[in-house]
């Protein structure tokens, strides 16, 4: 029997004694109260309980030492010494069980109050971290966003990048078609200065007005005269080359004199000069001879073709002339040249001898 009740009680510090009230899933939380009062209540039981076993302990421990036990040695007073004893440390133990439990009730509180400022905090956390993440959702969505809107702007800035460059390609061979056309007209601007510097030298040419491919001047007679300037125009065929023109559609220039390199413009201009200084007395003269008489002007033959009647007379203009040239009479057909055949002045000028060929009647049968 005593080796049983070892056993029993060898077995009961690794039971539990006590059921402990567990929560289901799904349970709200216990009011605060109502744990109190199952704590006191459980307090009180296990109370109850670690007195029986104690009992019980002590009448198994009393029945397992009765056999050796010396019943003669023990006493009354022996015994209710150590009651006393056993009882003042009950008192002890319950005193201090009961600080314990004051200690406990009034920290109760104080945890209620805390449990309830964390469940506060957690709400205010669950809050925070809700709007946490609604604006995370939020701004990553706007991320989104301004990433696609920034790629956009990104392709239509590689868009206008792409047309600069060709903008750029277009206005460099533009720019290099303008460094080439400044090129041309510093040449341009360098050669004519060249040739204003010429002109007013002689002080026999006048420049008259001066465009991208021609050049108008003005041949003067040095002499103090009424003879008006010779209008001509130099007109650039190519970039070698350039023609001469003159503005009076009667007068005919020489054809040396009608064309010729750019690079000899200075000697033609000079050589155009010194044929209008010697030709200017008898160009005026033809040009009031033309309005009256039908004649024609050959000036590389220095002939003029005079139409009479039926006939054709050829005057040759001598070199000279009027000044120290004459003019001479070939004859036209049937008739032949004759010293019989002139005007009656000493040095006949043209004008003398077309009056006297127009007046004479013989000239024209």
Not at 165 to 193: A, F, G, P, Y
Not at 214 to 227: R, Y
Not at 270 to 282: F, G, K
Request: proline fraction near 6%; include cysteine.
């Amino acid at each position: 029997m005593a080796e049983g009740a070892q056993r029993l009680l060898d077995s009961l510090p690794n039971r539990p004694c006590l059921d402990v009230r567990r929560k289901e899933e799904g349970d709200g939380e216990i009011p605060a109260k109502v744990l109190v009062d199952y704590s006191m209540e459980r307090r009180r039981k296990q109370k109850m309980l670690c007195s029986q076993l104690r009992v019980l302990r002590f009448l198994l421990e009393f029945i397992q030492e009765a056999d050796i036990v010396n019943w003669e040695e023990t006493s009354p007073g022996l015994l209710n010494q150590e009651v006393e004893e056993v009882k003042q440390k009950w008192k002890s133990l319950k005193s201090q069980y009961q600080e314990k439990v004051n200690e406990v009730e009034e920290i109760i509180p104080q945890l209620l109050e805390k449990i309830q400022l964390v469940h506060g905090k957690k709400t205010q956390l669950e809050e925070t971290l809700q709007r946490y993440r609604t604006q995370k959702l939020i701004a990553e969505e706007k991320a989104k966003e301004r990433q696609q809107h920034l790629q956009e702007v990104f392709q239509k800035q590689q868009l206008v990048v792409q047309k600069c460059q060709v903008q750029i390609e277009q206005l460099k061979d533009e720019l290099q078609k303008l460094e080439q056309s400044v090129d041309c007209w510093i040449q341009t601007v360098s050669r004519d200065s060249t040739f204003v510097g010429i002109l007013h030298a002689q002080q026999v040419v006048s420049l008259v007005s001066i465009g991208e491919k021609e050049l108008a001047l003005d041949l003067n007679v040095s002499e103090k005269t009424q003879i008006p300037p010779l209008r001509v125009n130099l007109h650039w065929t190519s970039e070698e080359e350039f023609q001469v023109e003159t503005e009076d559609p009667g007068l005919r220039l020489p054809p040396e004199l009608q064309r010729g390199a750019t690079t000899h413009i200075t000697p033609v201009i000079l050589e155009l000069q010194c044929w209008y200084q010697s030709h200017a007395r008898l160009l005026l003269e033809l040009k009031k001879l033309q309005e009256r008489f039908p004649i024609d002007w050959l000036p590389t033959e220095r002939k003029i073709l005079f139409l009479r009647g039926n006939k054709q007379h050829s005057l040759v203009i001598e070199p000279g002339y009027p000044v120290s040239g004459g003019v001479r009479l070939l004859g036209g057909e049937p008739c032949n040249p004759s010293d019989n055949f002139k005007p009656p002045a000493e040095n006949p000028s043209l004008s003398d001898w077309l009056e006297y060929l127009h007046g004479n009647p013989d000239f024209s049968t």
